[in-house]
């Protein structure tokens, strides 16, 4: 029989696809041709196999890793339905600069954060792949690809071949997963809650039984009852354990729960043999109790994840699905949302959640941002405005032009970030979850050599002092430690309009020393107003009233293009008319009024009539003068930000120096640093200078630059920590670690506040846990605990670290 | 059950992902013609030969068990040590055990004619007859689980470990294409096949030390 054989992988046996040994094994001849197999088992089967005609078996087989599983051809079709472009719109973005297309993609059966790595490790070599974050809080991948080099179909099949099952996120089945999964656990601690009180009474009374001189038979019956309990505990209630453990063995990383599932199951076991020989000693009610406690914890950080997960995702599933669209003449018609091209005309009514990011196609209109920002004035949008999807139409019906619909909408982006963070470990957290995944590998070597000695010592001791060590020393708080902090102060912050784009910086938080402020947007609100004005009352004949001359101002910046012009046209109701206007550039205006000459402009334009001339606000920049003498004195500027001064100065009083940086003139800052009480001051700085100070400063210890994020970028990129304002609108653009949504500058002390908090709470949770598990480990080899006081012990301290953690969620 | 026996199930079972590798494809290529009663008795005939084997040396070192007893815990000290070994090649640590499965194979090159006969048989006898030439092949696993047979102290309860140990590879042989395919890939992982090995280490330690113990005492 003439087969093919495939080509033998490089440097692995052909039969059994193990690594050759170092001499390169031995070889097995076969169709004429020499093969490389690495013992000589393999070199048997091989030429066996050839033997007896069964060749075709390596033509077939399946010849990659051995985590590769073929899936069945059902499976594989219905993935390929995804490949359909239209369908795939519906739940991916994609990057019109880059042709990278972004999903996210939610996977049922995941246990853990080895599965994540699992997934991680198993996509990123695919072709094409550019990103794959897993989200293990939420079961939900992010994966950024390119097209044309992979399809969206092997994406899911590799995923199918780990033995998950990853379908397209839709928010709307998530809540119904959510739910499922809390039905879970809430099904499972029932049964071991119930089982868990009556094994203990037992316990109790088998217990002070033993003192008084238990009859035998009576004994005997509350130990098979105890057995009868225990059992579904066991089966049933136990189940996250061992899947999670089985997970996170197959990833090679094993986990807490392995040591867990070993000692639940040999505790069974062995106590069930005691039952059944009628001897010995009995645990039942350890392993009721540790399961009881342990899915207790599992529940509780389930919901807490829940509930950051969700606050996120809930905004999208408010989006409506349908819209009214005006089509060619005029007539409405209701169509899904999924079907709306850009550009399309739609309506929404009063009182409506508006469906699509687009522009206004009307004068003005008013809406609510409530859902994106926490901000629930309306906002006034004009002709032209970005009108975004998620916010509320306040007034009349409103037209505008769709621009983005579902996936690529602001809102949708906003949410993504949300869960990148959520995705996105600190070094804290990894830190801690392999400190955790060491312990679990020492912790299993610990119990060996427990073993061992205590065989050696006494072998009837030994094996119960084992399990305590396994149970004891479990580092379960551990692992909670960290994570649980995270979710919670990246939800906290989420609900005060703080979007944590890098979960890293609550880490960083408390190395700060210096916070460095822009002035122009950050501090002040980037609109110009008329701040003060001082009238010279002169002594010549044509005394002018303010309004006149607000009048007269208003009617010669009319003609102006310069930025602080714009605020000056809008002064008094007065219209009068000016001639002879001619524009000055860098000076300022001329022009005429009742064969009068007046100037309009800056310090330097006015002093060539006057040269001697004072001006009496030291902070006025734009000047009105006759020929005979200067009239008015007006100072244009931008508004401090609310609670800006207030911000700054508790800031100050938690130890943060506040230096501003700034662009203008030095007379435009000084006065709002020290209406701000801030002493450190740089003036006239280009970006690049800008830069220079922050990097400067940054040798002597870690800053954080808070600007706007579309002019001081470069200048947000060098700092440690860097904070942006942003409208919504402007979200993505911004590359900040952390963003300010509400437009309050105030934000920046519950941020600061927020990460220090969480920070606390991640050190006292992984302190305690080192503590306890480090105590306990002498304890437990030393044989001073019984399995039931290790169970105590390990759920006590797990509970205590989730339960420090949930305090961020208030 | 004894502990004894209990290892040697325990071999069988925990090679459960070595199995697949070596033969479980095999064992499939030959199911995509068998019915699944072939394939029972192919795995018999198998398990047959391996109670052989072990009743085989479990008759020739009951001699020396009856010689001296410290000669029995000897040979449990060298079984620990075969199931040490044994761990550390499922964990994929230290591959000695390869070089064991040469002393199998001479006797192989006597048995390979049978082989060759028996392939073209499709009866139930000549399926138990492949099956039962299966039970030779080297096999680092198979003679670790001897080295147990051979201290059991008769050849009876050496035909039983070997066939305690059969069965525990039958899970893995037999239900091949029955297993979910997700099971499969785990038992495969090394994650696995490392558990397994670390588990077989602690038990051939902990015989051990009850041998040491023994020793000691005696």
């Known amino acids: 029989m003439a087969v093919t054989l495939p080509e033998p992988p490089a440097g692995l046996c052909f039969h059994c696809l193990q690594p050759l040994p170092n001499h390169g094994g031995y070889s097995v001849q076969l169709q004429q041709r020499d093969y490389a197999v690495c013992c000589y088992g393999c070199q048997a089967v091989a030429q066996t196999i050839a033997e007896q005609g069964l060749l075709h078996f390596y033509q077939f087989r399946d010849t990659r890793n051995p985590l590769n599983v073929p899936l069945v051809p059902e499976e594989l079709q219905r993935f390929d339905a995804y490949d359909d472009e239209r369908l795939q719109q519906q739940f991916t973005r994609d990057d019109a600069n880059t042709g990278v297309r972004e999903t996210a993609l939610s996977v049922e059966g995941m246990t853990c954060s080895a599965c994540a790595w699992l997934i991680e490790k198993h996509l990123a070599p695919l072709p094409g792949i550019s990103k794959v974050t897993v989200n293990a809080s939420s079961e939900r991948v992010t994966i950024a690809w390119q097209p044309q080099h992979t399809k969206l179909s092997a994406i899911l099949k590799h995923i199918a071949e780990l033995g998950y099952r990853a379908l397209p996120f839709q928010s709307a089945s998530q809540e119904h997963d959510f739910k499922k999964r809390r039905r879970y656990f809430v099904t499972r601690l029932g049964v071991a809650g119930l089982a868990t009180m009556q094994v203990m009474m037992i316990a109790v009374g088998l217990y002070f039984g033993m003192v008084s001189d238990l009859d035998d038979s009576l004994r005997q019956f509350l130990w098979w009852m105890s057995l009868l309990l225990a059992t579904p505990v066991l089966l049933f209630s136990a189940q996250p354990f061992y899947l999670s453990a089985l997970r996170s063995i197959q990833a090679q990383r094993p986990n807490m729960d392995v040591p867990v599932s070993l000692a639940l199951l040999s505790t069974y076991i062995a106590s069930t043999y005691a039952t059944i020989t009628d001897q010995g000693e009995i645990y039942f009610e350890s392993v009721c109790m540790f399961t009881f406690f342990l899915l207790l914890g599992r529940y509780l950080e389930l919901l807490a994840r829940q509930r950051a997960v969700s606050a996120a995702a809930n905004l999208i599933k408010l989006l409506p699905a349908v819209a009214q669209r005006k089509n060619g003449d005029d007539q409405l018609e209701y169509v899904a949302v999924a079907d709306l091209q850009a550009d399309d005309l739609v309506v929404v009514a009063a009182g409506a959640t508006i469906p699509v990011d687009g522009i206004l196609a009307q004068p003005s209109a008013a809406v609510s941002e409530a859902l994106m920002t926490g901000e629930s004035r309306a906002i006034e949008k004009r002709v032209g405005d970005t009108v975004l999807a998620g916010s509320v139409n306040q007034q009349q019906i409103l037209h505008l032009q769709v621009t983005a619909t579902q996936q690529n909408t602001v809102l949708a982006s906003i949410v993504a970030l949300q869960d990148l963070a959520l995705s996105r470990k600190p070094k804290w957290v990894e830190n801690a979850e392999s400190l955790a995944q060491t312990f679990v590998k020492q912790v299993l070597v610990m119990a060996l050599v427990t073993f061992l000695i205590w065989t050696w010592i006494a072998p009837s001791e030994a094996f119960w002092v084992t399990i305590a060590v396994l149970v004891a020393t479990c580092p379960c708080a551990l692992a909670l430690a960290a994570p649980t902090a995270v979710t919670g102060a990246i939800h906290n912050l989420n609900k005060q309009g703080v979007i944590v784009r890098n979960a890293d910086v609550l880490t960083r938080m408390s190395a700060i020393k210096t916070v460095f402020v822009d002035k122009t947007g950050t501090l002040t609100d980037g609109q110009f107003s008329l701040l003060q004005h001082y009238q010279h009352s002169s002594n010549s004949a044509s005394e002018h009233t303010l309004d006149t001359l607000l009048a007269l101002t208003q009617a010669l910046e009319r003609y102006s293009q310069h930025p602080l012009a714009l605020p000056l046209q809008h002064l008094s109701q007065t219209q009068l008319d000016v001639e002879a206007v001619q524009v000055q550039p860098s000076y300022g205006v001329a022009g005429q009024w009742q064969q009068q000459s007046l100037r309009l402009g800056s310090l330097a334009w006015v002093r060539q009539w006057h040269p001697d001339f004072k001006p009496q606000l030291a902070s006025a920049n734009v000047f009105l003068a006759s020929s005979t003498a200067v009239l008015l004195e007006l100072q244009v500027g931008d508004q401090l930000r609310d609670g800006a001064a207030d911000t700054v100065a508790a800031l100050q009083r938690l130890g943060l120096n506040v230096v501003m940086l700034t662009g203008d003139r030095a007379e435009l800052a000084a006065p709002i640093a020290a209406q701000l009480g801030i002493t450190e001051v740089h003036a006239h700085c280009l970006p690049a200078d800008k830069l220079a100070l922050l990097a400067q400063r940054q040798q002597q210890h870690p800053v954080m630059m808070i600007g706007d994020g579309m002019n001081d970028g470069p200048v947000l990129a060098q700092a440690d920590i860097s904070v942006s304002f942003a409208q919504a609108s402007d979200l993505a653009r911004s590359a900040a670690d952390a963003v300010l949504l509400r437009n309050q500058f105030s934000a920046l002390l519950p941020f600061y506040q927020t990460a220090l908090r969480s920070q606390r709470i991640m050190r006292q949770n992984v302190r305690w846990a080192l503590v306890y598990n480090i105590a306990i480990l002498p304890i437990a080899m030393l044989g001073l605990i019984t399995p039931y006081f290790a169970a105590l012990g390990m759920s006590a301290s797990s509970l205590l670290v989730l339960l420090n953690s949930l305090r961020l969620y208030r | ?218």
């Open chain 2, 1 to 218: 059950m004894n502990v004894d026996a209990f290892a040697a199930l325990l071999m069988g079972l925990a090679g459960a992902g070595h199995c697949l590798m070596m033969c479980g494809g095999l064992a499939g290529a030959l199911g995509q013609h068998a019915t699944w009663r072939q394939l029972l008795l192919y795995n018999c005939g198998r398990i047959t030969s391996y109670a052989a084997a072990g009743a085989l040396l479990g008759a020739a070192f009951t001699t020396l068990a009856n010689a001296s007893i410290d000669g029995l815990i000897y040979l449990r000290l060298l079984a620990a040590l075969l199931l040490v070994l044994l761990g550390l090649y499922y964990g994929g640590w230290w591959l000695g055990l390869r070089h064991l499965e040469a002393i199998g194979k001479p006797f192989w090159r006597l048995l390979q004619p049978l082989a060759l006969r028996s392939r073209n048989g499709r009866g139930y006898s000549s399926v138990i007859l492949a099956g039962m030439v299966w039970g030779w092949l080297p096999c680092g696993l198979v003679y670790s689980a001897l080295s147990w047979a051979a201290l059991s102290g008769s050849a009876s309860s050496g035909a039983w470990y070997m066939m305690l140990f059969g069965l525990g590879t039958l899970p893995a042989m037999m239900a091949f294409g029955w297993l979910s395919k997700t099971l499969q890939s785990f038992l495969r992982s090394q994650g696995f096949r490392q558990l397994m090995g670390l588990l077989l280490i602690a038990y051939g330690l902990w015989t051990a030390v009850i041998a040491l113990r023994q020793l000691l005492a005696s």
